[in-house]
């Protein structure tokens, strides 16, 4: 089993519409949780920590699900520029980050 | 704040020979830097962990003798691949973190590899 595992995708969406990504992570002592949003062929660019208690900014919501281990983000009024492939992180053995495959969302107009 | 630039962001060279790529945290200090490798269409994988002053950790499977690593300064780790293999070409990327700071890494811009 993957340490971090998600949807690849794509999920095809139109502009305005609301997405969801889920992410289920295996190491149950990791504590720091992570989406990066990565455009093609550039690196991953830190979207936003997850916090226990579920954190927000603008569109993007972010939850944290200990119990069973699961991750979400939530997208509101999609837009164009949010077109990218999505990365849930991890802290890992070592307090190394776990890169997830990502998840592919492509918003069309 | 938080920028990480590398050098170069594409190289291509013949099979055999070695390239150096250069990662340099720009506005901080990172104790830690880390190099990254991506396949297309795949996840980052860790190559191994580079504390500055100290050897590189690196992770199961890659090979310390031909992915050379040296972090000399707090703002300045390089990664030497050496006897270049087709099957090297990848995207390399390398992140730092800031001194003191969480988990959080920042992330260089990466650098394309091609061996021919």
């Known amino acids: 089993r993957k340490e971090v595992e998600q949807d690849p995708g794509p999920f095809n969406v139109p502009e305005g519409a609301t997405v969801a990504f889920n992410c289920t992570y295996s190491n149950s002592a990791s504590q720091s949780f992570f989406w990066y949003r990565q455009d093609c062929r550039k690196e991953p660019k830190l979207l936003m920590s997850v916090y226990s208690s579920g954190n927000e900014d603008g569109r993007f919501t972010a939850q944290l699900n200990r119990a069973s281990q699961y991750i979400s983000l939530l997208i509101r009024d999609s837009k164009l520029s949010d077109s990218a492939t999505y990365l849930c992180?991890?802290?890992?053995?070592?307090?190394?980050?776990?890169f997830g495959a990502g998840t592919i969302l492509r918003v069309k107009s | 704040g938080a920028v990480v630039s590398q050098h170069p962001s594409r190289v291509i060279c013949k099979s055999g020979t070695s390239v150096k790529i250069e990662c340099r945290s720009l506005?901080?200090?990172?104790?830690?830097m880390f190099w990254y490798r991506q396949f297309p269409k795949q996840s980052l994988m860790l190559m191994a962990t580079s504390n500055e002053g100290s050897k590189a950790t690196y992770e199961q499977g890659v090979e310390k003798d031909k992915f050379l690593i040296n972090h000399a300064s707090l703002t300045l780790s390089t990664l030497t691949v050496t006897s270049a293999h087709p099957e090297d070409s990848s995207f390399y990327i390398c992140s730092a973190r800031d001194r003191g700071a969480s988990l959080e890494q920042y992330f260089g811009p990466g650098t394309r590899l091609t061996v021919t």
């Open positions: 506005d901080f200090q990172a104790t830690t």
């Open positions: 992180v991890v802290n890992g053995y070592g307090n190394k980050l776990v």
